[in-house]
């Protein structure tokens, strides 16, 4: 590419630039998207630079590919919010309550939701990903003595926030006092 080709690159580009902002401003939900509009109509413009028009049709051309580049945006966000529906939809049937759950399993899940970031992943791996505490250890590039350390920590601290909810968890015909480590 010349210098001349530049040259004009950066002179359509200061003169179009407000206008494009505008444009897109108009059109979008959030100035992030808008921002986002406006820096991807000119790079199509540097992009295909042989193919901007001289003269006042530069802005027209530009118009045109912010245009598109709208429609592409809001494809893409149709797309997205269709995605998370299905993701919630199914993570839902996979992850969520049962119907048959109780108030006992609300408490837990709210208890389990109020503890430290820690103790959740150290508890959730021992729990529901099923991992030893070698590979615990491994996973986070500790030694298993501190795993153990941490995991009976957690444990201890979980059992004192279901003692102090009040909540008594049964397992089949036996009941589990609270304040008893799991």
Known sequence: MDDDEVARFEAVYREC???ITAYAVRRCDSP?????????????AWRKLADLPRGGEARLWLYGVARRVLADQRRKSVRRRMRDVEL???????????PEAGAELRAVAAV???MPDDDRELLSLV?????????IATMLGV???AVRVRL?????????ALSAADVHLTTGSRMIPAGRPL
């Open 17 to 19: 630039y407000d206008q």
């Open 32 to 44: 992030q998207d808008a921002a986002d509009v406006v820096a991807e109509t000119f790079a199509i």
């Open 88 to 98: 919630d939809a199914e993570m839902a049937d996979l992850y969520g309550d049962p």
């Open 112 to 114: 389990f939701r109020s």
């Open 127 to 135: 729990a529901w990903e099923g991992l030893g505490r070698d590979e």
């Open 143 to 145: 030694s298993r003595n």
């Open 152 to 160: 009976h920590r957690a444990r201890r601290r979980f059992a004192a």
